[in-house]
């Protein structure tokens, strides 16, 4: 396998465990019952979402990119908090 084959593995990895990290800190799932579809997308988005947080916080300019670990699951945790309000709004009508 070539590196960069490693290296999306490793990112698609990187993104469930931070999702499902979300889903726990949120209180959404227990360790059991972690929605690993729904933790990998907030995974993967969250990265994207944490990062533009961050260029715009610490003024780097509006950068869409991939940043470390603490940052990844802010944003994991906005578009997993997000996900949970729209689907119990959406069930509530």
């Known amino acids: 396998m070539s590196a960069a084959g ?18 726990l800190i949120l209180g959404t799932a227990k360790v059991t019952t972690i929605d690993w579809s729904l933790a990998f997308f907030s995974g ?25 670990l603490i940052w990844s699951l802010v944003g994991a945790i906005i578009v997993t908090a997000g ?5 119990k709004r959406a069930v509530a009508k």
């Open 6 to 23: 490693l290296i999306v593995i490793g990112v698609i990895l990187f993104g469930m465990i931070v999702g499902g990290l979300a889903q």
């Open 44 to 68: 993967i988005a969250g990265s994207f979402v944490g990062g533009l947080l961050h260029s715009l916080i610490t003024g780097q300019g509006f950068a869409i990119r991939p940043i470390g």
């Open 83 to 87: 996900y949970v309000w729209y689907r």
